[in-house]
């Protein structure tokens, strides 16, 4: 139980550091040709280098009172919300998976998500230098897993690839206009990748009813009736986040349903 107990410390940790790692590339993976690891980390306004005490994940944020220990512009918070969500993700694979394989690599798939998520709200895109390699990455990870069969990711890839290119090009041929964008559609598949096929019903459903939700109270907030335009991409991975702690129940109660015995 201790050893448990210091796996999730150990886990929190690490993910704290790397969510300040993430942060670095959501700045900057949008740009094109910046790179991510150079130059060092630095103050986006004043350009001032930060020091070691001033890049502690979370508590470099509270110690400087959410501002630049140099220029003292305001931080966002997007930065220890990143840090602090990495973390509790981390956490949550140790206590699901322990020491594993699969803990391994779920925690990269999550961190990649969690990108995605903070770029879309941004920018609307989603990197195909993520969902494309992510795609690869999850069908490898298939093919070692003791909780997936690649055949299940392979059939991921095309089936959630391919719902969402169908209804995409529905929505075109009827409204003629693009309802939704190709990084949505390479989402899916890399979800479908590393979650199986047996995800995607949930994770389309979910996202769909959220984003459906959200879109709404946007149309009413912004006024802009059907030009009100939301990133997908964020309630895709969500949905993806929730099945990756809570496929047993979801999958089991999707039996219930499939079977009339729904409670």
């Known amino acids: ?130 969902s494309l390699p992510g795609i690869a990455a999850g069908i490898i990870f298939s093919v070692f897993s003791t909780t997936l069969t690649w055949q299940s990711s392979l059939i991921g890839v095309a089936a959630g690839g391919g719902v969402l290119y169908l209804i995409a090009l529905c929505y075109f041929i009827i409204r003629k206009i693009d309802g939704m964008g190709g990084g949505d559609i390479k989402l899916l598949a890399m979800i479908g990748a590393w979650l ?19 879109g709404i109270i946007a149309m009413v907030y912004q006024k802009k009736g059907a030009r009100t335009r939301i990133p997908f991409g964020p309630f895709l991975s969500i949905a993806a986040f929730i099945f990756v702690f809570y496929s047993e129940k979801i999958l089991y109660l999707f039996q219930l349903y499939l079977n009339g015995q729904w409670p």
């Not at 981390?90 to 690599?105: D, I, P, Q, T």
């Not at 096929?197 to 984003?211: E, T, Y």
């Open 1 to 130: 139980m201790i050893l448990q107990t210091l796996h999730v410390v150990f886990a929190t940790l690490f993910g704290a550091v790397v969510g300040s790692f993430l942060n670095v590339v959501i700045l900057r993976l949008p740009n094109e040709g910046e790179s991510i690891a150079f130059p060092a980390s630095h103050c986006p306004v004043c350009k001032a280098p930060l020091h070691w005490y001033e890049n502690i994940p979370l508590l470099s944020y509270l110690f400087l009172f959410g501002k630049c220990g140099h220029c003292k512009t305001g931080i966002s918070l997007q930065y220890p919300l990143v840090e602090l969500t990495m973390a509790g993700l981390a956490a949550a694979l140790m206590g699901r998976y322990g020491v594993s394989f699969e803990f391994v690599c779920l925690f990269f798939f999550c961190a990649a998500l969690l990108v995605i998520i903070v770029i879309d709200i941004h920018h609307q895109i989603i990197p195909d230098i993520i």
């Open 196 to 214: 199986g096929w047996q995800s995607l019903p949930f994770v389309i459903f979910a996202s769909s009813l959220s984003g459906s939700i959200i």
